[in-house]
């Protein structure tokens, strides 16, 4: 099993969808869960950062299910403006949990 | 605050040649890193940092050397660039606080190795 695996995509769903992305995680050690954003040519940007069951902003949802070993994120009435490509990120747990190791990415386009 | 620069944004280099790239971040975060991403190979660590002076070897150090002579820099070097070092080169910093934590990347550097 990867160390951290997403949904391959693409998306493309319809303005005003909901549309949610996994992450599957192997290290049970990991404590600190977050999603990146990353437009197109250029850095990946903190979107969420998670250390217990959940995190709501706005529009944004992240869970943690960690029985499961996965973290998904929610976006509900999507935007043009949401279109990007999403990262997952777990860190290394115990004493390297200053780590983190991303997920390749799941491309999302939102369309008129 | 600027946060996380880097420089240069762009760089061609041909093969056997070397080059630095520089990453600086004013925020005093202790970790630096310095990533590649390749498409469909996602981000990569490459080296990273947990402390002024010190330098860690992450998941793909090999033709790459690193240093953190202060807190605030963190340079990468390509002694002899490959033509399969041609990638875009994040470095990014954080702090680590009461468990939490805050990861920040810098512009990108785009280099290509002929």
């Known amino acids: 099993r990867k160390e951290v695996e997403q949904d391959p995509g693409p998306f493309n769903v319809p303005e005003g969808a909901t549309v949610a992305f996994n992450c599957t995680y192997s290290?049970?050690?990991?404590?600190?869960f977050f999603w990146y954003r990353q437009d197109c040519r250029k850095e990946p940007k903190l979107l969420m950062s998670?250390?217990?069951s959940g995190n709501e902003d706005g529009r944004f949802t992240a869970q943690l299910n960690r029985a499961s070993q996965y973290i998904s994120l929610l976006i509900r009435d999507s935007k043009l403006s949401d279109s990007a490509t999403y990262l997952c990120?777990?860190?290394?747990?115990?004493?390297?949990?200053?780590?983190?190791?991303f997920g390749k990415g799941t491309l999302l386009t939102v369309n008129p | 605050n600027a946060g996380v620069t880097q420089t240069p944004k762009f760089r061609v280099l041909k093969t056997g040649q070397s080059m630095t790239l520089l990453c600086a971040q004013d925020?005093?975060?202790?970790?630096m890193y310095w990533y590649r991403q390749d498409p469909g190979m996602g981000l990569r660590l490459i080296h990273y940092?947990?402390?002024?002076?010190?330098?860690a070897k992450g998941e793909v150090p090999d033709g790459y050397n690193v240093s953190r002579l202060k807190k605030q820099n963190f340079l990468l070097g390509l002694e002899s660039a490959a033509p399969s070092q041609t990638s875009v080169y994040f470095c990014?910093?954080?702090?680590?606080?009461?468990?939490?934590?805050?990861?920040?990347f810098g512009p990108g550097t785009r280099l290509t190795v002929t």
């Open positions: 990014a910093s954080s702090y680590v606080s009461s468990g939490k934590i805050g990861q920040y």
């Open positions: 290290n049970s050690a990991s404590q600190s």
């Open positions: 998670v250390y217990s």
């Open positions: 990120a777990v860190n290394g747990g115990g004493g390297s949990n200053y780590k983190l190791t």
């Open positions: 925020m005093n975060h202790e970790y």
């Open positions: 940092s947990v402390g002024e002076g010190t330098t």
